[in-house]
């Protein structure tokens, strides 16, 4: 029988709509919970919105629920869909992943797989992309599953913020730690270790550091063999485009993203991220 192959994914993979579009890409939304109000990530909600809200109420976020996977899946499987390959961010920062897990396990008749990214934002949706391409270039699933997995171990994420108070309020991070680097000015470079978890990769002084240390990291993985790029921002665009035209001036790069984090992402960043993902496919 021949294989047809989805893939499905979540709002904090950053992809572009042109590119959700151009692959077919399935995206379950996130929810962002304000007191009066419950709405999806990236539909009703653009990342604007969360800034000129955050003197006024810092909302929360959920994951997708059981049911909207589960008529995602059966969607899927009525347009005559055999597998499913699902992507999906971080399940050390998230439960979308396990739940998309549970939810695959009533459909017998649909093969899916669940792979956790480890990751999130393009960290998630450069692995997604690549995915898709591999599905057009009808690759056979179990060889898609094995691929994508290698690829998952070889795509590494980092950012800075302008304050740890929106990570140190999701209970991202250590208050004391937030409190210490408040005073001393230190901007860690954050980045998500084998667990699925935040972790300091480098503490620097200043933001000015904190964002040459993430170009000295792409100049490091480009040495290691990374051949894309993403780099990624929350409300620091011209910060961030100052370092996306630095990076396209390094060697050996084949494809180089921009793009911005999503309302689910700002929730817990706040204003002022700016991140690279290094990978290789």
């Known amino acids: 029988m021949d294989e047809k192959i989805a893939i499905l994914t979540d709002s904090t993979c950053d992809l ?17 919970i304000y007191r009066d109000r419950v709405l999806l990530d990236r539909v009703e909600i653009a990342p604007q919105e969360i800034y000129d809200s955050l003197e006024r109420e810092v909302p929360s976020t959920s994951t997708p629920s059981p049911h909207e996977a589960t008529v995602t899946l059966q969607r899927l499987r009525e347009r005559g869909f055999t597998h499913v390959l699902a992507i999906h961010l ?23 797989a669940v792979i956790d990214s480890k990751s999130l934002s393009m960290g998630l ?18 060889e898609l599953v094995a691929r994508t997995q290698e690829m998952v171990t070889r795509t590494k994420g980092y950012f800075v913020v302008k304050t740890l108070e929106y990570l140190k309020r999701g209970g991202r991070i250590n208050t004391v730690a937030a409190a210490v680097a408040g005073v001393l000015d230190l901007k860690p470079v954050i980045s998500i270790d084998e667990h699925g978890k935040y972790f300091s990769y480098k503490k620097v002084r200043g933001r000015k550091q904190s964002l040459q240390e993430l170009l000295d990291i792409v100049k490091r993985a480009i040495a290691q063999g ?26 050996g790069l084949v494809e180089v993203a921009f793009g911005e984090i999503g309302p689910a992402l700002v929730v817990h960043a706040g204003p002022g991220l700016v991140g690279v993902v290094t990978t290789r496919a």
């Not at 042109?18 to 379950?28: N, Q």
């Open 226 to 251: 990374a051949n894309r790029v993403a780099v990624v921002h929350g409300d620091a665009l011209m910060e961030a485009q100052e370092l996306l035209i630095k990076v396209k001036e390094l060697p």
């Open 90 to 112: 971080s399940s050390g920062l998230s439960g979308t992943c396990n739940m998309v897990r549970l939810a695959a396990e009533q459909f017998q008749h649909l093969k899916t």
């Open 125 to 142: 949706g450069l692995v997604v992309q690549q995915a898709a391409r591999w599905i057009e270039e009808r690759v056979p699933f179990d």
């Open 16 to 32: 572009e709509r042109d590119t959700i579009d151009r692959f077919g890409i399935e995206v379950l939304p996130l929810k962002i």
